[in-house]
């Protein structure tokens, strides 16, 4: 049968946007086993309810033991089955995995060009595909080289392990994945992941992988699964990764999402012939508690302290033995005495001022701070301070007996600038720390940090502040709920009774009101709290399968 010519401006019949569910292309090995490259790609895909097209770049014979033979396709073979997609299936993204050589390296950056000239959001990640887990190689210079210079400039996202990403940069074995990650970056690569998994003699207890995007850099980190069936696992890690970019979810965000499908798939991993068997990424990942991940806030991970954190995450505080209930934000003391007197039990003073305790005006903030604590002791509530971390411990370090009604709040770009010695500091105060999280690595950040409550939102839009953020909506918050691992409080744009009942009804711990208490709390509280009473009362809401994007910016 007689080949069609390539068709070099196919891309011409559907939008992306035109799909039901999005559509991700597979440039990768067939495995003959079944267990790694294609046959891997499409078990995730599935996972994430992604239309997945796998494109056979190279045909591999093996078995669970070992790779017999690899055989790239020819380049106009591979480049005949991408004009074909593109006339008819476009991709949301494309994913590669074992290529075979240059010149099939090079046929899916040309391919790569002409899609983005039609549609410039299509994404690339790329897995490197160099060598298989039983040792056999599949790339030499030349491929090499053409990984350099044609994939890693186009690249969206990375994903090598560690030992693809010492041979893709070229340094030397004692290189760190944070200096990897930063060399493959100045070779092109938007953002770059380098897994861990292969790492288990160095890292026994640790499931360590390197994020470094232009969103978030940090250690993410879960529990080592304890399984000898983890053929497929680098496939599976960087095809949950394009899914979860196709879903519409920015780079750290979707490495989460991968970091968890991919633990998921190493649980159910099976025997099937005489050596490792497969890796089974399958649906319902995304509402198992137990996978939502720790991540760092750089290159300062302490893996013991982060251990302690997520086994206490293990046994999680729901919101019916952590009641914050009416949560009323407040910029005085004057205002935090009148929403006492409304029978408000959780007040959050937001003082927007600069944090040098040598200003002319700290007397006056310290005052103020003291005015509002003073307050809250005396009607058993609780102040929770923003920002002025300081200046709250030393008020619980001067009035011991306070210090139970003493808590603070932090966003997360506030955390992120104490920097290591600073959030050490932090801790080593023993207050109760509420954070601030608007997106999955937020999320996971402030998991590590095993916090009082972690704060999701905006839930509706507001205009408290400006954000970049897609609001989150009652869906996010219920999955918030059922995988944060900590009690969950809903805050941004809660004007109406009917918004805070359905807060409620997610099972959020709290329910933040900014505006909605007016000139007289007195009078306006009463019908907040029964509305919040109400929606415990309720049904709860369904947990969704995954939660929705909360960036629309591309990363």
Not at 70 to 91: F, G, R
Not at 126 to 131: K, S
Request: aromatic fraction near 6%; include cysteine; charge should be negative.
């Amino acid at each position: 049968m007689a080949l069609q010519p390539p068709a070099e401006a196919a891309i011409k019949k559907k939008e992306v946007s035109d799909y039901a569910k999005p559509i991700v292309w597979s440039i990768a090995g067939n495995d003959s086993g079944g267990g790694a490259g294609l046959a891997a790609d499409q078990r995730a895909a599935e996972a994430f309810g992604v239309h997945l097209c796998p494109v056979v770049a190279t045909i591999t014979a093996q078995n669970s033991q070992a790779v017999t033979q690899v055989v790239p396709v020819a380049p106009e073979v591979l480049d005949a089955q991408l004009a074909a997609l593109a006339d008819d299936l476009p991709p949301t993204v494309i994913k590669t995995g074992l290529l075979g050589g240059p010149e099939q390296v090079a046929v899916v950056a040309r391919w790569v060009d002409r899609l983005r000239e039609r549609q410039p959001s299509v994404a690339l990640v790329v897995d490197p595909v160099l060598r298989s887990s039983s040792g056999t190689a599949f790339a030499g210079e030349a491929t090499l080289h053409a990984y350099r210079d044609l994939l890693l400039p186009r690249a969206t996202l990375l994903t090598p392990n560690r030992r693809e990403a010492l041979r893709l940069a070229g340094l030397p074995d004692s290189t760190d994945a944070p200096a990897l990650a930063a060399a493959l970056q100045a070779l092109g690569a938007a953002s770059v992941c380098v897994t861990g998994g292969d790492e288990g003699a160095a890292q026994p207890t640790w499931s360590l992988d390197w994020v470094q995007t232009l969103l978030a850099s940090g250690w993410l980190a879960l529990p080592r699964v304890a399984t000898p069936h983890t053929h497929g696992t680098g496939c599976t890690f960087a095809s949950s990764a394009a899914a979860a970019m196709a879903l519409g979810f920015v780079a750290p965000d979707a490495l989460v999402l991968a970091k968890m499908a991919t633990t998921h798939a190493l649980r159910r991993g099976y025997a099937a012939g005489q050596g490792a068997g497969p890796v089974a990424a399958a649906a319902g990942f995304g509402a198992d508690p137990s996978l939502t991940p720790c991540m760092g806030w750089g290159d300062d991970y302490d893996l013991d302290s982060c251990l302690r954190r997520w086994d206490k995450g293990q046994s999680r505080i729901s919101s019916e033995n952590a009641d914050l209930g009416l949560y009323a934000i407040v910029d005085s003391a004057a205002r935090v005495q009148r929403v006492l007197q409304a029978g408000v039990k959780t007040v959050q003073l937001r003082i927007k001022t600069p944090g040098d305790v040598d200003a002319p005006w700290f007397t006056g903030l310290e005052t103020e701070l003291q005015t509002a604590l003073t307050a809250c002791q005396a009607a058993s509530a609780t102040l929770v301070v923003n920002d002025h971390w300081r200046i709250a411990h030393a008020l619980a370090q001067r009035e011991p007996s306070a210090a139970p009604h003493l808590a603070l709040h932090l966003g997360q770009e506030d955390l992120h600038t104490l920097g290591t010695a600073g959030r050490a500091e932090l801790a080593a105060t023993g207050l109760q720390l509420g954070i601030s999280s608007h997106s999955l690595w937020e999320l996971a950040r402030a998991r590590g940090l095993h916090p009082w409550y972690a704060a999701c939102g905006p839930i509706w839009p507001t205009l408290t502040k400006d954000m970049p953020w897609v609001p989150q909506g009652l869906d996010n918050l219920a999955w918030w709920v059922q995988m944060a691992g900590a009690p969950v409080v809903a805050i941004g744009g809660i004007l109406e009774h009917a918004q805070a009942e359905e807060a409620a009804r997610s099972g959020a711990a709290g329910v933040c009101i900014v505006r909605g208490l007016g000139d007289d709390p007195a009078a306006q509280a009463p019908g907040w709290q029964a509305a919040i009473a109400r929606g415990r009362a309720a049904a709860r809401l369904p947990v969704p399968a995954l939660p929705h994007p909360s960036l629309a910016c591309a990363d």
